[in-house]
């Protein structure tokens, strides 16, 4: 098993969780005030992180490669995103068409951009980087961002970070008498690339510039790679990045046999029908949870004629904006109750067709179960798709591939554990009519965008997934029943108490109620209290190997609080975590901070 918790908790705002954590993807908010701060963008918070979320915080890796390439080919007056493929910059363009106004469409512009491997047979990783810019200008920043928010397609922090250090060591190798000399360094770093190293293959025009006011000697070392990749090599904990095909193979396959086990405990099937259900080629993996979620939708809007989606119950706030602002738009129910099903049989009777429907099971962060089973009826009946959103009931204790035509997940969450690596996951079901359709623009237009170093990390630590999850599940269940039974909590959230009768029609045998869990209390100021005294770390993420919370609906929806309110997601509603942390600790830690509640 891995480590299961710090020996305290992160108490300084806008370090990485878990700290010295190279990659990390929390950051520590400890308090609801330091919440409400960051939401608002307030310099004590905001000046202090050193991690984040990735796709809401740039990393310092990020950030550094940016700002070389920034200095090369931007304007005075511009900024620049990178990303991994052409494709996915030029839908950064096309949104930034879509979502900025400018009278000057060429203030959007492309450059390809390859960074030589030195030595290949001395390097960690084999062949040239090519990275994508997308230069534009500093008031569409925020346009960017969101698009960089919404896809998850943006360029890893290891991806930058080996970019960097190719850049350092061609740098060394060019400079070895003068390094020390600022003023050398200018003149050469510039020279580099006049030399051809970078091709400017994507519409690139830019102004040149004669020097650089940040050159590559004052990089930061500390975040080069041979240091934290030698230590896990020598401790045997992952593979060397050479074999990040044969991680990324053994990761579709991990899945795939997950699925299928999950099916071979329905007694309606023989076990010869099961094991032709799905195999690795019906598994597809993307660089991040939100990313499969955007390329699914990409995909059915390829593979059929462009309708509106409906979104079914209150997902996490990106997949609607997917489904909003990627397409013809959508038909949010979110409330997800049987009534809802009532409204949607009625628009789909009148002669509305839709592209698809996107669910989870269950929802983030009420904890509802969608009925599949209803729902599948409409989509055999009204032909249309359904893809559903496991990451939360996770492959291990819910079974709903079957009754999807497409599954995603977030291999982000319980699947990995150790909050240092992104990743996602989609998964056709070859049972389903539109599998042929699908699968062959899938074959057409699929990306592997997933940065290789990142399956190495993904590959290592999902292999104890099964194990943890039965003992998160078994940690959540009693956590929820000492909380349930206290008179000051007002409603916690958990599929076992939250629409259960649905959720036990999909619980494989084996399977649990999951690790998540939201609770509301009759006061903000109940609600903070309870917070800011619990001992365990805080801040955005959730399936994490140690015991995570946030004022969920403070970090999700903080402009919007009134409009989240009215699907019953309180402005102090509190989204826990639970890992695999000694029970009883757990339960002493909710107990105190039950008992620090005064009002």
Same mark, same amino acid.
């Given at each position: 098993?891995?480590?299961?918790?710090?020996?305290?908790?992160?108490?300084?705002?806008?370090?990485?969780?878990?700290?010295?954590?190279?990659? *990390?993807? #929390? =950051? !520590?908010?400890?308090? &609801? +005030?330091?919440?409400? %701060?960051?939401?608002?963008? @307030?310099?004590?918070?905001? $000046?202090?992180?050193?991690?984040?979320?990735?796709?809401?915080?740039?990393?310092?890796?990020?950030?550094?490669?940016?700002?070389?390439?920034?200095?090369?080919?931007?304007?005075?007056?511009?900024?620049?995103?990178?990303?991994?493929?052409?494709?996915?910059?030029?839908?950064?363009?096309?949104?930034?068409?879509?979502?900025?106004?400018?009278?000057?469409?060429?203030?959007?512009?492309?450059?390809?951009?390859?960074?030589?491997?030195?030595?290949?047979?001395?390097?960690?990783?084999?062949?040239?980087?090519?990275?994508?810019?997308?230069?534009?200008?500093?008031? *569409?920043? #925020? =346009? !960017?961002?969101?698009? &960089? +928010?919404?896809?998850? %397609?943006?360029?890893?922090? @290891?991806?930058?970070?080996? $970019?960097?250090?190719?850049?350092?060591?061609?740098?060394?190798?060019?400079?070895?008498?003068?390094?020390?000399?600022?003023?050398?360094?200018?003149?050469?770093?510039?020279?580099?690339?006049?030399?051809?190293?970078?091709?400017?293959?994507?519409?690139?025009?830019?102004?040149?510039?004669?020097?650089?006011?940040?050159?590559?000697?004052?990089?930061?070392?500390?975040?080069?790679?041979?240091?934290?990749?030698?230590?896990?090599?020598?401790?045997?904990?992952?593979?060397?990045?050479?074999?990040?095909?044969?991680?990324?193979?053994?990761?579709?396959?991990?899945? *795939?046999?997950?699925?299928?086990?999950?099916?071979?405990?329905?007694?309606?099937?023989?076990?010869?029908?099961?094991?032709?259900?799905?195999?690795?080629?019906?598994?597809?993996?993307?660089?991040?949870?939100?990313?499969?979620?955007?390329?699914?939708?990409?995909?059915?809007?390829?593979?059929?004629?462009?309708?509106?989606?409906?979104?079914?119950?209150?997902?996490?706030?990106?997949?609607?904006?997917?489904?909003?602002?990627?397409?013809?738009?959508?038909?949010?129910?979110?409330?997800?109750?049987?009534?809802?099903?009532?409204?949607?049989?009625?628009?789909?009777?009148?002669?509305?067709?839709?592209?698809?429907?996107?669910?989870?099971?269950?929802?983030?962060?009420?904890?509802?179960?969608?009925?599949?089973?209803?729902?599948?009826?409409?989509?055999?009946?009204?032909?249309?798709?359904?893809?559903?959103?496991?990451?939360?009931?996770?492959?291990?204790?819910?079974?709903?591939?079957?009754?999807?035509?497409?599954?995603?997940?977030?291999?982000?969450?319980?699947?990995?554990?150790?909050?240092?690596?992104?990743?996602?996951?989609?998964?056709?079901?070859?049972?389903?009519?539109?599998?042929?359709?699908?699968?062959?623009?899938?074959?057409?237009?699929?990306?592997?965008?997933?940065?290789?170093?990142?399956?190495?990390?993904?590959?290592?630590?999902?292999?104890?997934?099964?194990?943890?999850?039965?003992?998160?599940?078994?940690?959540?269940?009693?956590?929820?029943?000492?909380?349930?039974?206290?008179?000051?909590?007002?409603?916690?959230?958990?599929?076992?108490?939250?629409?259960?009768?649905?959720?036990?029609?999909?619980?494989?045998?084996?399977?649990?109620?999951?690790?998540?869990?939201?609770?509301?209390?009759?006061?903000?100021?109940?609600?903070?209290?309870?917070?800011?005294?619990?001992?365990?770390?805080?801040?955005?993420?959730?399936?994490?190997?140690?015991?995570?919370?946030?004022?969920?609906?403070?970090?999700?929806?903080?402009?919007?609080?009134?409009?989240?309110?009215?699907?019953?997601?309180?402005?102090?509603?509190?989204?826990?975590?639970?890992?695999?942390?000694?029970?009883?600790?757990?339960?002493?830690?909710?107990?105190?901070?039950?008992?620090?509640?005064?009002?």
């Amino acid at each position: 098993m891995p480590t299961t918790s710090f020996s305290s908790p992160p108490t300084d705002v806008g370090c990485p969780i878990p700290p010295n954590t190279p990659h *990390a993807i #929390s =950051v !520590a908010l400890p308090t &609801w +005030q330091d919440a409400v %701060d960051y939401e608002e963008g @307030r310099e004590r918070v905001v $000046s202090r992180m050193l991690s984040g979320y990735p796709r809401f915080f740039i990393s310092k890796e990020i950030q550094q490669l940016m700002s070389v390439y920034e200095q090369k080919f931007a304007k005075p007056s511009e900024s620049c995103f990178l990303f991994p493929s052409r494709k996915t910059a030029e839908r950064c363009r096309d949104y930034l068409r879509r979502y900025y106004e400018s009278s000057n469409p060429a203030c959007l512009r492309l450059a390809e951009i390859t960074i030589v491997t030195p030595d290949q047979s001395k390097s960690l990783i084999q062949g040239n980087i090519t990275l994508h810019l997308v230069l534009f200008p500093k008031e *569409a920043l #925020s =346009v !960017a961002k969101s698009f &960089w +928010q919404h896809t998850g %397609d943006g360029i890893s922090s @290891r991806l930058a970070e080996r $970019s960097l250090n190719l850049l350092q060591t061609q740098f060394d190798e060019q400079n070895t008498k003068n390094f020390n000399k600022v003023s050398t360094t200018r003149a050469s770093f510039c020279k580099r690339y006049s030399n051809g190293q970078i091709s400017n293959g994507l519409n690139l025009t830019y102004e040149p510039k004669e020097t650089l006011s940040t050159n590559i000697s004052s990089i930061d070392n500390s975040i080069f790679v041979e240091q934290n990749f030698y230590v896990e090599e020598r401790y045997g904990r992952n593979l060397p990045i050479s074999f990040a095909e044969k991680a990324k193979l053994e990761l579709r396959r991990r899945i *795939a046999n997950t699925l299928r086990i999950e099916n071979i405990s329905r007694l309606t099937e023989s076990f010869e029908q099961v094991i032709k259900n799905v195999t690795e080629d019906d598994v597809f993996l993307f660089p991040t949870g939100m990313s499969s979620i955007f390329h699914a939708h990409q995909f059915l809007l390829t593979a059929f004629p462009p309708k509106k989606s409906i979104c079914f119950g209150f997902t996490y706030v990106d997949t609607l904006k997917i489904l909003q602002k990627f397409g013809p738009g959508c038909y949010f129910y979110g409330n997800g109750l049987s009534s809802d099903i009532d409204e949607i049989e009625n628009l789909l009777e009148s002669g509305e067709k839709i592209l698809a429907l996107f669910c989870e099971f269950p929802s983030n962060p009420l904890l509802k179960s969608p009925d599949l089973r209803r729902l599948r009826i409409l989509a055999d009946k009204y032909d249309f798709p359904i893809v559903v959103d496991e990451t939360i009931g996770n492959f291990v204790n819910v079974k709903v591939f079957e009754w999807a035509d497409i599954t995603v997940s977030s291999l982000t969450k319980i699947f990995s554990g150790d909050s240092n690596v992104m990743g996602g996951g989609l998964i056709l079901n070859p049972q389903r009519r539109y599998y042929e359709e699908l699968k062959k623009v899938i074959n057409n237009e699929y990306e592997d965008l997933l940065w290789g170093e990142d399956a190495i990390f993904l590959e290592r630590n999902s292999r104890t997934f099964r194990e943890r999850i039965m003992k998160i599940n078994e940690n959540t269940e009693e956590i929820c029943k000492l909380l349930k039974n206290n008179p000051k909590v007002k409603n916690i959230y958990y599929p076992k108490y939250v629409t259960p009768d649905i959720y036990l029609q999909y619980k494989t045998v084996k399977g649990g109620f999951g690790g998540l869990f939201s609770i509301t209390f009759y006061s903000d100021l109940a609600a903070q209290q309870f917070f800011d005294s619990l001992v365990i770390a805080k801040g955005p993420s959730l399936g994490t190997n140690f015991t995570l919370a946030c004022p969920y609906t403070i970090l999700a929806h903080y402009h919007e609080l009134d409009w989240a309110s009215r699907y019953g997601v309180e402005p102090g509603l509190i989204r826990v975590s639970v890992g695999l942390e000694d029970k009883n600790v757990l339960l002493k830690m909710f107990q105190q901070s039950l008992d620090a509640i005064t009002e």
